[in-house]
């Protein structure tokens, strides 16, 4: 069974310039979340969907946005990058409705550097 | 944000020995607690979880411990080997959430 695929896995911007990252889900998972991990912040969480219902989301502006698709995969967008917006962008999914069973499966991230 | 992650405290050990490492949580109302490990340019990986109704919890040469007094999380692990360098994260969240909360971090070093 594939893992949870997230693409790009690098990616340089500059600053003004908008993102997308893409995440696949593991087959038959329906909850997808996104995390943003710094040096300074650590893990922070920033969206997570089921169904393709947005159903929380973290301290984080407007600037950053995300949608899931029929299919359960993913994407996230951050528009006007900022030099702070540099960060290991990581998605998880999960089988379930919530998290009671444990696992939240992470992908190995995107790396965005903003210059 | 929600998790601050400055410097992340580093516990070195000797390859072999015991390795205990801690985590303070957040919210009284969380329930449902998991320890992951991270590994240099991975994700984060589950290791093992526990739910507020529990006290102790054990795995595969891992165990976890909960102090919901003080709201504390151990991690202990047996025997350590090289393999278990990494980066450690607690993370919190209510039984059927669908966030976590993660805690800074520990660097894990074992010494061959």
């Known amino acids: 069974k594939a893992g949870v695929t997230q693409t790009p896995r690098y990616l340089i911007k500059t600053r003004g310039q908008q993102v997308t990252l893409s995440c696949s889900p593991i087959?038959?998972?329906?909850?997808v979340s996104w995390y943003q991990q710094t040096p300074g912040q650590g893990l922070q969480f920033l969206f997570e969907?089921?169904?393709?219902?947005?159903?929380n989301k973290g301290n984080f502006p407007g600037r950053f946005s995300g949608r899931q698709f029929s299919n359960s995969r993913s994407e996230m967008n951050v528009s006007t990058l900022e030099l702070g917006d540099s960060a290991l962008y990581l998605c998880?999914?999960?089988?379930?409705?919530?998290?009671?069973?444990?696992?939240?499966?992470f992908g190995e991230g995107s790396r965005l550097t903003v210059l | 944000g929600e998790s601050v992650g400055l410097h992340l405290p580093t516990l070195s050990v000797q390859e072999g020995d015991n390795s205990i490492i801690n985590c303070a949580y957040s919210?009284?109302?969380?329930?449902?607690f998991i320890w992951y490990k991270q590994e240099s340019g991975k994700g984060p990986q589950f290791i093992i979880d526990?739910?507020?109704?529990?006290d102790k919890r054990q795995g595969q040469r891992v165990t976890v411990l909960l102090n919901k007094t003080v709201k504390h999380l151990s991690l202990q692990i047996a025997a350590t080997q090289p393999g278990d360098s990494a980066v450690y994260f607690c993370?919190?969240?209510?039984?059927?959430?669908?966030?976590?909360?993660f805690g800074a971090g520990t660097i894990l070093r074992v010494k061959s």
């Open positions: 998880a999914s999960s089988p379930g409705q919530g998290l009671d069973t444990g696992e939240l499966f």
């Open positions: 087959s038959g998972h329906r909850s």
């Open positions: 969907y089921f169904s393709e219902t947005q159903r």
């Open positions: 993370a919190e969240t209510v039984v059927g959430g669908n966030k976590l909360v």
């Open positions: 526990i739910r507020s109704n529990m």
């Open positions: 919210n009284s109302a969380s329930d449902y």
